[in-house]
């Protein structure tokens, strides 16, 4: 495995393990040093602006009856770990940029070769496998953006809260005692990219939201070197690979994050590879992709439709949207049914 990386070091901020992802860690061996720093995913509110709740989604009866794994709220940093550790010793080559692909043949910027049976572009939306594959491809902007911070939870939240605005949204995601993850959308154009110059203009930016949580939450952060700010986009090739190269994940088919199914995606895609490689059939990569690609079409196009409705932005549709929440929370069973559907990973 080559990691242009020098090493693994803490980044990013926090990653919700949905069910399906778990389930892969899982059979993998791995759930439980995951779990074991990390917050549990119980139960998702939804609330409008000022913090009043709309809809609660419990996932302890899917858990209980054996329908679903149990989901976990982490830190990034800490997942990387997780999987760092459950690979071989020296099975990751760091510091090994590719500059140079040849049918499965990969020689690094450092002058190495490596040859294999199988080359796996698992390498990101700005993915060197995929370009070397297709050519340039750039990924499309979804019209809004993101910031991600880590911060202590000095507002005591206890679940995965996401709050609705007017082109806005905020989430609310404990990752383990004490701390949170929050993370924001918002609407903008491509250009120019917005700068962010200080706290205060943070806090400014996402005024609509008066839940004491947010503003308590809000008034620890100090600098705007605390936040991360990407923006949100989407990549889907009808290709998946050609020869003996296969993409997964990010490289292939990068969504918005809006219902947290990057990680599980990926995750998805590795275990059903691994089968597929293991079987020893002359059909495997095509075999991979065949499997894979209804169900991954179907999570991008949720997590888009759900971005599409969360950055409502006018005041008819916002008004509107608020009590079609509300009344798709009160059937529980029927929100369970889809919880089942969309999180239940069946290789």
């Known amino acids: 495995m080559l990691e242009k990386a020098q090493r693994i070091v803490p980044v990013g901020a926090g990653i919700i393990m949905n069910p399906n992802a778990m389930g892969v860690l899982e059979r993998n061996g791995l759930a439980d ?3 074991a720093n990390a917050w549990p995913y119980l139960a998702r509110d939804t609330c409008d602006a000022g913090g009043r709740r709309l809809a609660r989604r419990d996932y302890v009866p899917l858990y209980e009856s054996g329908k679903l794994a149990r ?3 982490v830190h990034r940093a800490h997942l990387h770990d997780v999987l760092f550790a459950g690979v071989p010793k020296g099975a990751v080559r760091f510091g090994a940029a590719v500059s140079k692909i040849e049918g499965t043949s990969v020689t690094t910027e450092a002058g ?7 080359l796996v572009g698992a390498d990101g939306i700005h993915s060197t496998v995929r370009r070397h594959l297709f050519g340039e491809v750039a990924p499309a902007y979804m019209g809004y953006r993101s910031h991600r911070m880590v911060v202590d939870n000095n507002a005591g939240v206890d679940c995965f809260t996401e709050l609705l605005g007017r082109g806005q949204r905020i989430g609310l995601v404990p990752i383990a005692p004490g701390r949170i993850y929050i993370w924001t959308t918002f609407n903008s154009p491509r250009e120019p990219v917005p700068a962010l110059r200080s706290a205060d203009q943070f806090r400014a930016l996402f005024a609509q939201f008066t839940d004491p949580r947010v503003v308590k939450l809000f008034s620890q952060i100090r600098s705007a070197d605390e936040i991360i700010t990407t923006e949100v986009e989407e990549l889907a090739l009808e290709r998946w690979g050609e020869g003996r190269t296969v993409l997964l994940g990010d490289s292939v088919h990068a969504m ?3 219902i947290g199914q990057g990680a ?3 995750m ?5 590879l691994a089968e597929e490689i ?5 059909s495997a990569l095509e075999n991979y992709v065949r499997r894979r690609k209804p169900r991954v079409e179907t999570i991008v196009r949720v997590s888009r439709d759900v971005g599409t409705e969360g950055q409502l932005s006018g005041i008819i549709g916002c008004w509107l949207r608020n009590p079609r929440v509300e009344r798709a929370g009160r059937d529980a069973t ?3 049914a889809d919880l089942e559907r969309l999180l239940a990973f069946r290789s």
Do not use: C, I
């Not at 190495?112 to 199988?118: G, H, K, P, W, Y």
């Not at 998805?268 to 059903?272: L, P, Q, S, T």
């Not at 293991?278 to 002359?282: L, Q």
């Open 256 to 258: 918005t994050p809006n």
């Open 278 to 282: 293991a079987s020893g059939a002359d």
């Open 268 to 272: 998805e895609d590795a275990a059903v």
């Open 112 to 118: 190495e070769t490596f040859r294999a049976d199988v």
């Open 334 to 336: 029927k929100m369970q």
């Open 33 to 35: 040093a995951l779990r």
């Open 71 to 73: 989901g976990a709220l």
């Open 264 to 266: 599980g995606m990926a």
